[in-house]
Nanobody
Framework: QVQLVESGGGLVQPGGSLRLSCAASGFTFRWYAMSWFRQAPGKERELVAAITSIGDSTNYADSVKGRFTISRDNAKNTVYLQMSSLKPEDTAVYYC?????????WGQGTQVTVSS
């Protein structure tokens, strides 16, 4: 069955870095555009970063531009989110999303907490 499994979250101090991974299975990963979303307590889920199916184009929320980098490895069916210069306001549950035409899949999320 379709699975998106996020990993790499945790507790980090402000200014630190984390690398999130999302391993996909059960569908043709290379067809799908991939994104990372996040949801902080009491807030709506928001798009953080997205990458095309072949990785030739990316886009980012203004709040993370210059600090986060999305990438993918189609041979490994995995998408990554490298996060640097983390701020307390980056604290949220981070979700992986896969989208192709009308098909869309979500991961279960991984918690990122930025705190001293």
């Amino acid at each position: 069955q379709v699975q998106l499994v996020e990993s790499g979250g945790g507790l980090v101090q402000p200014g630190g870095s984390l690398r999130l991974s999302c391993a996909a299975s059960g569908f043709t990963f290379r067809w799908y555009a991939m994104s990372w979303f996040r949801q902080a307590p009491g807030k709506e889920r928001e798009l953080v970063a997205a990458i095309t199916s072949i990785g030739d184009s990316t886009n980012y929320a203004d709040s993370v531009k210059g600090r986060f980098t999305i990438s993918r490895d189609n041979a490994k069916n995995t998408v990554y989110l490298q996060m640097s210069s983390l701020k307390p306001e980056d604290t949220a549950v981070y979700y992986c999303n896969a989208k192709y035409r009308l098909a869309q899949h979500w991961g279960q999320g991984t918690q990122v907490t930025v705190s001293s």
